[in-house]
């Protein structure tokens, strides 16, 4: 049986920055594949390379060499009007919705951003009015607050703002970084929750990215485990929580104080 291709296909990717005293490799030859529907999970200390990897592949920076296959074709070397397939179908969420948020914008017209923008050119673009209701409510917000502004709205409120307008496009693929380490713990447990329910009901493809292993545990099922740029550990999140084969994947463990008993 020929298996389906991935949605994602990372092949021998380097980037490095060179433009301080000493150049740095933040990631180093990182190959792997992301199943379509999988919730993966990116773990590992502060400049392991988390988020320039995950810049990487939603086209935000680029690969100093290496591949990266979205959907079947590849990103890398494209000009901005060549990516309209990545834009609609990757989106981003934030640690700090404070700074990705532009304050002096209304929330139905950040959540309608993805909307209004080049990359619906000769496509079919959701009416955003209604889209930008449909998506409030799909987060847990009064569509009747529309007309507010960012300030007006708690932390929760302002990370489910910055989910919907993610999913305002419908992709096909949800990328994370660190999107609820800022928020209080009670807060933190409903936010991740919204995100568990919104993967499963529209069938996204999850990549979240945490230095909060039990966060990854709750919303993923495959988790890679980044150390200086590399990959060191990979497999299903039961198989690598239960029984890490690296060292540097037990020390992290080690280091959650709720999962120490486990
Ligand atoms: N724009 C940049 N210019 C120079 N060096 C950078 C830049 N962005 C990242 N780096 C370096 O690349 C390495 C990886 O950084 P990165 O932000 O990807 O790590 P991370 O795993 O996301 O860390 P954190 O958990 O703190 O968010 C670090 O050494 C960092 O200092
Ligand atoms: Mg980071």
């Known amino acids: 049986m020929a298996s389906a291709e991935p949605i994602y ?37 502060s400049g392991s390379g988390k988020s320039t990897l995950i810049r990487m592949m939603a086209g ?18 494209r000009r901005e009007s060549e990516l309209s397939w990545l834009r609609r179908g990757v989106q981003l969420v934030f640690q700090d919705p404070r700074s990705s948020l532009d304050p002096r914008m209304k929330v139905a017209d950040i959540i ?7 990359i619906w050119q000769g496509t079919k673009r959701p009416d955003p009015f209604s889209r930008v209701n449909e998506l409030m409510a799909q ?40 999107a609820v380490s800022a928020l209080d713990v009670s807060v933190r447990a ?15 493809t999850l990549v979240f990215v945490s230095h909060d292993l039990s966060v990854v545990r709750h919303v ?12 060191v550990e990979a497999g299903p999140v039961d198989q ?13 463990l080690a280091s959650v104080p709720r999962l120490r008993r486990d």
């Not at 309608?112 to 080049?118: C, H, I, T, V």
């Not at 300030?151 to 096909?172: D, E, K, M, V, Y």
């Not at 690598?240 to 992290?252: A, N």
Request: net charge neutral.
């Open 9 to 45: 296909r990372v092949q021998d990717l380097v980037r490095v920055f060179s433009h301080g005293p000493q150049p740095v490799i933040a990631v180093d030859h990182v190959s792997f594949e992301i199943p379509a529907g999988q919730r993966l999970g990116i773990v590992g200390e």
């Open 60 to 77: 935000l920076r680029r690969p100093s060499s290496g591949d990266i296959v979205f959907a079947g074709q590849s990103i890398v070397g």
């Open 112 to 118: 309608a951003e993805p909307l209004r923008s080049r």
């Open 139 to 178: 987060v847990g917000l009064d569509p009747g607050d529309r007309n507010r502004y960012p300030h007006q709205f708690s932390g929760g409120q302002r990370q489910r703002i910055a989910i919907a307008r993610a999913l305002a496009p419908n992709p096909r693929v949800l990328i994370a970084d660190e």
């Open 190 to 204: 409903q936010v991740l929750n919204l995100f568990a329910d919104l993967v499963a009901d529209h069938g996204l």
């Open 220 to 231: 993923c099922d495959a988790v890679l485990v980044m150390q200086a740029g590399h990959i």
């Open 240 to 252: 690598v929580y239960s029984d890490p084969r690296e060292p540097y994947t037990r020390q992290l």
